[in-house]
Each structure stands twice: as C-alpha cells, then as structure tokens.
T-cell receptor, first 116, second 112 residues
C-alpha cells in the first residue's frame, strides 16, 4: 500500500457549502496531483504541484483551488459546492527527478463527494 | 477522450483464461503505464514501458508497445477472480512534465 491518505473517504453536503478535501503523503514526494473521476470514466487531471508553493491548473477546468504549503499536504478546496461537483476526487504523488522518464504515481483511496 | 480509445470497454472471462486489453493514444510519448483500480478505490501502478521498449513482463502481466501504431496491449495470463477490476493505460508525454493522460479504461470481470 502506498503511504498516501485522503480524508474524508465519503462526503455528502448541501449546495453552497465550503469544503476541503485533505491529501497527505509520507513518501517525501515533490510532485502531487488531483484527479476527478466520474463513475466508469477516465481520470481527468485538475491540479498538480511540483513542490512547496507550486500549483498548476490541470487539463480539466475546475472551480476548486489547491495549496501546497508543506511537502506532505496538498488540500483541495471548493468555496461553494454545487451538484455538478459530485464526483470522485483522487490524489496522487510521485518523485520528481529532472530528466527522469520514470513517473509512477501513487494514489490515495479517493474521496467520493456528493453535493445535494 | 484526452487519450484515445481503450478496448474492449468491458471484458468478462472465466478464471484461468487470458485477458487482453488494448489502448491507443494520440501524441508522442515518453512512456506508457498501466494501472489497476478496484471498485471505488484508488489506482495501483502495474507496469511501465518506455517508448524505446517493445515488450515487458511482470509476473502474469505482459505489456507490448507499438509506437508506430500508437497502441499498447496488456495481457493477463491465467486470470483469477481477484483480477476483477478496471484497468487504465496512461501516457507521459514526450515533454516529460510528469503529467499522466489516462484512457477510458477496461472493466474486467473474472468469473470463478
């Protein structure tokens, strides 16, 4: 099992609430990622980070924001949740080695978010 | 899809049979990876094949890569009920930003 954790595992909330999905890893990885995955579908990258104070938008536009104040934490925040945000959110991390072609990512168990 | 197509989308076989899944991609790549996802869980890395490799083995897994056709296949031999899961291919672009682009996945069911 990879040492990457996500909380909560399941979250059901009402429209308009602010939520933060937590992700932490104990592997000392510099790179971290957030993916969004609808049931039976592929993963879409929504945010990534190369290290502390680095955050980038992913390939899929998202209303969420992220922060990277510490290497091990990469929380994702939705200021005002809507039903369209209902999905599974997966966090991942990998080592960063300039010039390396090896990019295995380690995934957390995911947070399944339902916005009513 | 960002990536291309994976086929079949769903596959159902008997325990002991072999399972083959295919993946196509659109852009030049640095490497291609296969991941497994059990229902409602995170993904687990299975195997990575670099763009200059044509075939790779890991236990009961065999991966091939044909860069001229921009395609890869994953073969699971002597399947077990515990292999039931979704399998995704993912590519790392030649720019090596580290970002993975995932395919749509193949859902494999292995019946005991």
């Amino acid at each position: 099992e990879a040492d990457i954790y996500q909380t909560p595992r399941y979250l059901v909330i009402g429209t308009g609430k602010k939520i933060t999905l937590e992700c932490s890893q104990t592997m000392g990885h510099d790179k971290m990622y957030w993916y969004q995955q609808d049931p039976g579908m592929e993963l879409h990258l929504i945010h990534y980070s190369y290290g502390v104070n680095s955050t980038e938008k992913g390939d899929l536009s998202s209303e969420s924001t992220v922060s990277r104040i510490r290497t091990e934490h990469f929380p994702l925040t939705l200021e005002s949740a809507r039903p369209s945000h209902t999905s599974q959110y997966l966090c991942a991390s990998s080592e960063y080695s300039r010039g390396s072609s090896y990019n295995e990512q380690f995934f957390g168990p995911g947070t399944r978010l339902t916005v009513l | 899809s960002q990536q291309g197509e994976e086929d079949p989308q769903a596959l159902s076989i008997q325990e002991g049979e072999n399972a083959t899944m295919n993946c196509s991609y659109k852009t030049s790549i640095n490497n291609l990876q296969w991941y497994r996802q059990n229902s409602g869980r995170g993904l687990v890395h299975l195997i990575l094949i670099r763009s200059n490799e044509r075939e790779k083995h890991s236990g009961r897994l065999r991966v091939t890569l044909d860069t001229s056709k921009k395609s890869s296949s994953l073969l699971i031999t002597a399947s077990r009920a515990a292999d039931t899961a979704s399998y995704f291919c993912a590519t790392v672009g030649s720019g090596n930003t580290g970002k993975l682009i995932f395919g749509q996945g193949t859902t494999l069911q292995v019946k005991p």
